[in-house]
């Protein structure tokens, strides 16, 4: 029996992903308009405010996939290291004059009329040179010097996110990504579990040692208040704890099928910035626990494509570019649920393709771009008539 044809490089293409994200932003922004409408009507006199600049980034980001799909994603393995720097170099902006404070915090930058966060050009630049270190050490990454190497690399984009812009969520989420990448490249990652199952006890010690030892009325212990109100956000209902506790209101409320599209009452000014972090806590109340499944199972089929193509990569940098951005968006699925649902203390998270936000929307489908790249790359089998005659 002769072996099936392969097709030549180019001519897959993995429409399933593609079908998915078109899915999820549509959805975004019936999300944003339904959830932003009231606030924006009250503070600029136009429902549509949010959802228009969320429609316009996102065609934006829709052009850069594009090309992005269409690049040859060996010619990024070239340019890895200064995209690396760049993007490390974005996060001393927002020290300059051209940072922007936004709600007292400095996360963006500001340069003409054009704004963005430097966080999520680091989460990309991150995946990058994480890929084409790995790719390049190749065998090597079972040696322990370049599991430290590949493990400084992550964590100096990431130090530099919390100490400059005070940003520990993105940071939490480039050494997430980098965790994972870790996993995949190296051959032997037995130390690795060990060493999370230190890093387990460690965490569960400190909780412990918080929770019994800290005042939490203390204003010294100001930065432990998350984790008390996380525990019993009721105490700080006035404070730290009000977000939490509107959200899961927001959730018990919408029942098995939701009060309808719309008709959210949680959105009318009880939810700060609804249509940021807090967005799926409107989802179950508007479209109720069967619409938050539908999106939990849309980010599940994404997640289960992504790791299709990055099983079929030509290369293990195709590979591991794909397992990075796999990592970011379901960590950022996964802590985003986990925090509008109180199951981790509160830290700002938006949920991918869905959340309001215009840089994270540009850059998360630039990471999509580059993955339906890697799909094209892929060559599959053609079963023709004579072979399956076996002539």
Known sequence: ???????????????????????????????????????????????????????????????AMMIMSFVPYQKIYRFAVPVYVITILTVFLVKTGLGLDVKGATRWVKIGPLSFQPAEAVKLGTIIILAAFASFSGKYMAKMRQNIFFLIIALI????????????????????????MLIVSNPRPRWIYIVSVIGIVAVTALLVYVFNNLDPTSDSNF????????????????????????????????GFFGKGLGNSIQKLGFIPEAHNDMIFSIVCEELGLFGAICIIILFILLIYRFMVVANNAPDL????????????????????????????PNTGISLPFISYGGTSVCFLLVEIGIVLNVSRQIRVPVYTTNNRRGE
């Open 317 to 344: 940098f195709g590979s591991l570019l794909v397992v990075g951005v796999l990592a970011h968006i379901g960590i950022q699925v996964i802590l985003n649920i986990a925090v509008v649902t109180n199951t981790i």
């Open 1 to 63: 029996m002769k072996k099936p044809e392969l097709t030549k490089k180019g001519q897959f293409f993995d429409y399933s992903t593609l079908i998915i994200v078109f899915v999820l932003l549509a959805f975004g922004l019936v999300m944003i308009y339904s959830t932003s409408s009231y606030s924006a009507a009250a503070t600029y006199g136009d429902s549509a405010f949010y959802f228009k600049k969320q429609l316009m980034a996102t065609l934006l980001g829709l052009a």
């Open 223 to 254: 930065r432990f208040k998350r984790l008390f109100a996380w525990r019993d956000p009721e105490h700080f209902a006035s404070e730290t704890g009000y977000q939490t506790i509107q959200a899961m209101y927001a959730i018990g409320s919408g």
């Open 157 to 180: 984009p990431a130090l530099l996110l919390f100490v400059i812009t005070n940003n520990l969520s993105s940071a939490i989420i480039v050494v997430g990504i980098a965790y994972i």
